[in-house]
């Protein structure tokens, strides 16, 4: 017998419970913020939408079907099913923070607070959540397939993410490494940075593109389903021992971007989570290229 579709409502903690947790009180929190010319009132109002579209989400999910929550905090230690719609109630970055733990379940994304995100992966507010659970359930259901980035140590550690993949320095230090290029005659070269940046066409809307327009570059950048990456090196410094003549390109699939770390220790983080990162020692490589799995976000 096959299990009924189960409901993971995805969310996160919000400003006003991290207020709350930090002074204790609701008084305590006023406040803090009143001290610095700031009011509690929106910090509320926006937790209050927030809990209202998580609830009538809830409300929502099929009699029949089982349904769960998870915090953005836990993500890493859920374990999905394959036969779960997964609905993620909040902001376009908490979509990306859960991608990386899926593999190939529907997503449904919802904006919990319209108007202050820009819906690029939450599409759909709470009150369609009805009829898309079902719909999202169903074989006949219509998905974008977002492409992801994938990132490989030489010691099998793995990282996937739905905009970007950065390696560098945890701080303001100098990041060195070689940067090598797959299916290309040109050589290694040593290089000296604040970072590489390896990202997707989802990604392409928001950090790439500040790079992107920041040196007035040529790339096309790709889209979302394209199975391409865009890779931008960060503030590269020239030397008798570094060089600058390889700081951004596309990688087509199969293509492979690879840093040897040169440093003392390197992180690689997906999607602006420092706090799952993996940490590359002196020697090290580290390979980027577009991964297999892909976001299948519904429309």
């Known amino acids: 017998m096959s299990l009924a579709p189960r409901a993971v409502l995805v969310h996160r903690t919000t400003e006003y419970e991290e207020l709350l947790a930090r002074h204790g009180t609701h008084g305590q929190a006023a406040f803090f913020l009143s001290a610095r010319g700031r009011s509690v009132d929106a910090v509320r109002e926006r937790h209050e939408r927030t809990r209202r579209a998580l609830a009538e989400v809830a409300a929502a999910v099929p009699l029949t079907w089982r349904q769960t929550r998870v915090e953005r905090a836990d993500l890493d230690r859920f374990l999905f099913g ?172 199969g293509q492979g971007l690879r840093l040897t770390v040169e440093s003392d220790r390197l992180v690689v983080f997906g999607d602006g989570v420092e706090s799952d990162a993996l940490e590359l020692t002196w020697g090290q490589t580290v390979r980027l290229t577009v991964a297999g799995p892909r976001l299948r976000l519904v429309h």
């Open 82 to 253: 394959p036969e779960d719609v997964v609905v993620v109630v909040g902001q376009d970055g908490l979509v990306a923070n859960a991608a990386k733990y899926l593999t190939g379940q529907p997503v449904i994304g919802i904006d919990a607070d319209p108007g202050r995100n820009p819906g690029v992966l939450v599409r759909h507010r709470a009150d369609r959540a009805r009829r898309l659970l079902p719909y999202a359930a169903g074989a006949g259901a219509t998905v974008d397939e977002l492409t992801m980035v994938e990132a490989v140590t030489d010691d099998a550690q793995r990282l996937l993410a739905l905009n970007e993949i950065y390696v560098g320095p945890r701080g303001h230090q100098t990041a060195r490494y070689t940067l090598d290029l797959d299916a290309t005659e040109l050589p290694p070269e040593a290089q000296a940075s604040s970072g590489v940046l390896v990202g997707t066409g989802t990604g392409a809307t928001g950090w790439l593109r500040s790079l992107w327009e920041q040196r007035s570059s040529g790339l096309a950048l790709p889209a979302p389903a394209d199975a391409r990456l865009a890779w931008f090196v960060r503030e590269a410094w020239p030397s008798p021992a570094t060089g600058t003549s390889r700081v951004e390109g596309l990688l087509d699939p």
